[in-house]
C-alpha cells in the first residue's frame, strides 16, 4: 500500500512536500490513493547525448530532480511502496527498486554504467515485464508493417489480453529522440494499450520538440472510431520545460491524464478495482 506519512517524514522528508501534492492531486480528480492504487516504475534515459555538454543532465542533478517526482508519486499511491527504476539507452539497466529509505540520490549509479543510444522499445517493453506482460517481436513487426502500409488484412483489431487489480504507471523520462524504427515504435504502443499500463513520457532538456513525444498524443484510439486504433489512449507525454522550474507544476502535469486512463481502464475491464 502507499508509504505513509509518518514513514516519509523519517525517511525521506526531502520528498514529502511531492508526496503531499501527489495525493492532493489524485484526490481532487476524485481517486483516493488508498482505494485507487497503482504499481509505479520508473525508466530514464542513459544515452550520449543526455550527459554532452550543455545537457549534463545527470551530473547537474536535473534526472534526480525528475526522479524525485517519480519517486514522490510513487510513494503516494504506489501498490507497495516500492518503485523499480531502470536506465534505458539501446536495452535496459534495471538499477533495483527505491524505497524511501534509499530515494536520495537514488540515480547517482548512472557513472556505474555505460551509456548507449536511445530505445523507448526497450523502456516500455520493461514496463510491460514489471506489470507481469509482455509482447513478442513477431507482434510488433506485424503491426508496424500494418501501420506503415495502412493494410490491416490479417491483423486482428486489438482487445483485452492482460487484467490486473489495479494499473502499473510507467514513467519515461528522456532527453531526445529514440532510434527504433518508428513504425515498429508505434507497433509498440498500440500493442501495449492491451495491457494495464499507462506511459508518461517527459521530455527532459532539449532545446528541440520532443516530436515524437508530441506524436503520441494524437494516436488513435478505438474509442474515437479507428477500428484498427489503439484499445485505450495509454501513454501521454510533455516537455518539462512548460512548468518552468516548477516541480508542483509538472507533478500536475504528470498526473493530468492519469486519472482518466484509470477510470477508462476500468469501464473496459483491464483492471478490476
Excluded at 61 to 68: A, L
Excluded at 134 to 154: C, H, M, Q, V
Excluded at 251 to 265: F, G, H, K, S, V
Aim: aromatic residues 12%; negative net charge; charged residues 20%.
Amino acid at each position: 500500500m502507499a508509504v505513509d506519512l509518518n514513514k516519509m517524514n523519517a525517511d525521506a522528508p526531502h520528498l514529502v512536500r511531492l508526496y503531499k501534492h501527489a495525493q492532493s492531486v489524485f484526490l481532487n480528480k476524485g481517486l483516493d490513493p488508498e482505494v485507487y492504487r497503482s504499481a509505479v516504475t520508473a525508466a530514464f534515459d542513459l544515452s550520449g547525448s543526455v550527459q554532452e555538454w550543455p545537457n549534463c543532465l545527470y551530473s547537474d542533478g536535473t534526472m534526480q530532480s525528475v526522479g524525485d517526482l517519480a519517486l514522490a508519486s510513487g510513494f503516494a499511491f504506489d501498490d507497495d511502496g516500492s518503485v523499480p527504476v531502470a536506465f534505458f539507452h539501446h536495452s535496459i539497466v534495471d538499477i533495483g527498486e527505491a524505497t524511501p529509505a534509499t530515494s536520495r540520490g537514488f540515480l547517482n549509479v548512472w557513472e556505474n554504467y555505460s551509456i548507449g543510444g536511445t530505445s523507448y522499445i526497450a523502456a516500455i517493453k520493461w514496463m510491460l515485464g514489471k506489470a507481469g506482460f509482455s509482447i513478442s517481436d513477431g507482434e510488433i513487426e506485424a503491426w508496424a508493417r500494418a501501420l506503415k502500409t495502412e493494410n490491416f488484412s490479417g491483423i486482428t483489431p486489438l482487445s483485452v489480453k492482460g487484467v490486473s487489480r489495479y494499473p502499473t504507471y510507467g514513467l519515461l523520462a528522456t532527453d531526445g529522440e529514440p532510434q527504433d524504427d518508428h513504425w515498429e515504435l508505434l507497433a509498440t504502443i498500440y500493442l501495449a494499450s492491451q495491457y494495464p499500463l499507462y506511459i508518461q513520457c517527459l521530455g527532459v532538456g532539449a532545446k528541440e520538440r520532443f516530436e515524437t513525444l508530441e506524436e503520441f498524443d494524437d494516436l488513435p484510439t478505438q474509442v474515437n472510431g479507428a477500428l484498427f486504433g489503439r484499445l485505450i489512449a495509454n501513454v501521454g507525454a510533455f516537455d518539462t520545460k512548460l512548468a518552468n522550474g516548477d516541480q508542483k507544476r509538472m507533478l500536475e502535469m504528470m498526473l493530468r491524464e492519469y486519472p482518466t486512463y484509470y477510470n477508462n481502464a476500468r469501464i473496459l475491464g483491464l483492471i478490476t478495482v
